[in-house]
């Protein structure tokens, strides 16, 4: 009885836990963290959203179960959403479906679609779920080099040669998480191409849809011609509108995907609290000035990072998209790994980010920097980080152990 259960098995120890462990021992003593590790949105979700929240919850109906799939309206307004923004049609009632943010939405079509020992072409490096969604689902991941969007496609066809059996499902995320990297529509094109040569399903990430920095937003692969024909995209309302905690996304594309995970749901909840639901078609059909200015918070924020880290002696390249830098660790400290130097910048310069390596084997050499602190808290931070890297420059023993 003192066997690890299977499941738990095959997932390995979570590689961000000991920079956690060390940042929460260094509150406990008082310390000032400015944290960039954990994407988590800290701006206040726009009123009009929380106020019909509020407004549906004063409802007695609002507090009975809800839709697995998702209300009608809030279906509708997804619908309207992906007609607005990528001229792209699709069926509310087919081709849409809500779920408790796109994180759950993709755990729960990984377990729907995948059997034991099925092969699934995951980036990497990648956001976690990517590959242990399908892990937990008992399928075989082949990681495939994403260091850049060109990298990623010109190894897509020796994963499939070397994959016994040919996989089943691809994965792709842009704009990247980690990287923050982005595609145009002819890129997505040469993906729809080879997927359907293979006969793959795609599972497209696009949480970062609209949290983009030059004047061309990022395209949605369901924008390619055919494209609805094998693939499914998951959006999420928490970056977008500063929701990260009402856990609210969806998916949208292939029927058949749809299905599979509408089914699957159908047995593991009831959808999200009503009134959240409302509130989230109130900000896909509301004003959308206030997306406009979220994202041109975070461009603030993005400049004065690049900026600020570059006079501090860190050269972070400036992110074309998403709330990340996805930043080189420093030479000096490249040979002890990214995770190393990330506790280590954790217990000197007071500043927490997340070890590349936590994102895959192809992060290592990288740390990923979240816009999730006000200016004023980034530039204090490039003046801890100057203070640190001048001392190791000039006086360069050893690193020191974290305790």
Same mark, same amino acid.
């Given at each position: 009885?003192?066997?690890?259960?299977?499941? %738990?098995?095959?997932?390995?120890?979570?590689?961000?836990?000991?920079?956690?462990?060390?940042?929460?021992?260094?509150? !406990?003593?008082?310390?000032?963290?400015?944290?960039?590790?954990?994407?988590?949105?800290?701006?206040?979700?726009?009123?009009?959203? &929380?106020?019909?929240?509020?407004?549906?919850?004063?409802?007695?109906?609002?507090?009975?179960?809800? !839709?697995?799939?998702?209300?009608?309206?809030?279906?509708?307004?997804?619908?309207?959403?992906?007609?607005?923004?990528?001229?792209?049609?699709?069926?509310?009632?087919?081709?849409?479906?809500?779920?408790?943010?796109? #994180?759950?939405?993709?755990?729960?079509?990984?377990?729907?679609?995948?059997?034991?020992?099925?092969?699934?072409l995951v980036p990497n490096p990648a956001y976690p779920i990517h590959a242990f969604g399908f892990i937990l689902a008992?399928?075989?991941?082949?990681?495939?080099?994403?260091?850049?969007?060109?990298?990623?496609?010109?190894?897509?066809? =020796?994963?499939?040669?070397?994959?016994?059996?040919?996989?089943?499902?691809?994965?792709?995320?842009?704009?990247?998480?980690?990287?923050?990297?982005?595609?145009?529509?002819?890129?997505? #094109?040469?993906? &729809?191409?080879?997927?359907?040569?293979?006969?793959?399903? %795609?599972? $497209?990430?696009?949480?970062?849809?609209?949290?983009?920095?030059?004047?061309?937003?990022?395209?949605?692969?369901?924008?390619?011609?055919?494209?609805?024909?094998?693939?499914i995209e998951f959006q999420s309302l928490s970056k977008t509108y500063a929701m990260p905690g009402w856990r609210m996304?969806?998916?949208?594309? =292939?029927?058949?995907?749809?299905g599979a995970l509408a089914r699957i749901k159908s047995y593991l909840d009831y959808g999200a609290f009503t009134p %959240?639901?409302?509130?989230?078609?109130?900000?896909?059909?509301?004003? *959308?000035?206030? &997306?406009?200015?979220?994202?041109? %918070?975070?461009?603030?924020?993005?400049?004065?990072?690049?900026? $600020?880290?570059?006079?501090?002696?860190?050269? &972070?390249?400036?992110?074309?998209?998403?709330?990340?830098?996805?930043?080189?660790?420093?030479?000096?400290?490249?040979?002890?790994? $990214?995770?190393?130097?990330?506790? *280590?910048?954790?217990?000197?310069?007071?500043?927490?980010?997340?070890?590349?390596?936590?994102?895959?084997?192809?992060?290592?050499?990288?740390?990923?920097?979240?816009?999730?602190?006000?200016?004023?808290?980034?530039?204090?931070?490039?003046?801890?980080?100057?203070?640190?890297?001048?001392?190791?420059?000039?006086?360069?023993?050893?690193?020191?152990?974290?305790?």
């Open positions: 009885m003192q066997e690890e259960f299977h499941r %738990i098995k095959r997932l390995p120890p979570y590689i961000f836990e000991e920079v956690n462990r060390l940042k929460a021992h260094a509150r !406990a003593a008082g310390e000032d963290i400015i944290d960039f590790g954990m994407g988590n949105p800290d701006m206040p979700t726009p009123k009009h959203i &929380v106020d019909k929240l509020c407004e549906t919850a004063r409802d007695p109906k609002s507090n009975r179960y809800s !839709a697995s799939r998702g209300i009608k309206g809030l279906r509708r307004a997804m619908a309207a959403y992906y007609k607005r923004r990528f001229d792209v049609t699709l069926d509310p009632d087919s081709e849409v479906i809500a779920a408790l943010g796109s #994180k759950e939405g993709f755990a729960n079509l990984a377990a729907a679609i995948t059997a034991p020992g099925d092969v699934v008992g399928a075989a991941i082949r990681h495939v080099p994403a260091t850049d969007p060109e990298t990623f496609l010109s190894r897509l066809g =020796n994963a499939v040669r070397h994959s016994v059996p040919s996989p089943v499902a691809l994965v792709v995320n842009y704009p990247s998480n980690p990287t923050a990297q982005v595609v145009d529509l002819d890129y997505y #094109k040469e993906i &729809v191409a080879f997927a359907k040569k293979h006969e793959i399903w %795609i599972l $497209s990430d696009l949480a970062y849809a609209d949290i983009y920095f030059g004047d061309t937003p990022p395209p949605s692969i369901l924008q390619v011609d055919g494209a609805k024909d094998i693939a996304g969806f998916a949208a594309g =292939n029927k058949r995907l749809i %959240i639901q409302v509130a989230a078609a109130a900000a896909l059909n509301g004003p *959308q000035d206030c &997306v406009d200015e979220i994202r041109a %918070i975070y461009k603030a924020r993005r400049d004065v990072l690049v900026d $600020s880290m570059g006079r501090a002696g860190w050269n &972070v390249p400036s992110p074309p998209a998403s709330m990340f830098a996805w930043a080189p660790v420093p030479e000096q400290y490249r040979e002890h790994g $990214s995770m190393e130097f990330a506790k *280590q910048l954790l217990i000197h310069a007071k500043v927490a980010v997340s070890p590349g390596i936590g994102f895959g084997e192809y992060g290592e050499g990288y740390v990923r920097i979240a816009l999730v602190e006000n200016e004023h808290r980034i530039r204090q931070a490039a003046r801890n980080v100057k203070k640190f890297l001048s001392l190791r420059v000039n006086e360069p023993p050893a690193l020191e152990p974290a305790k």
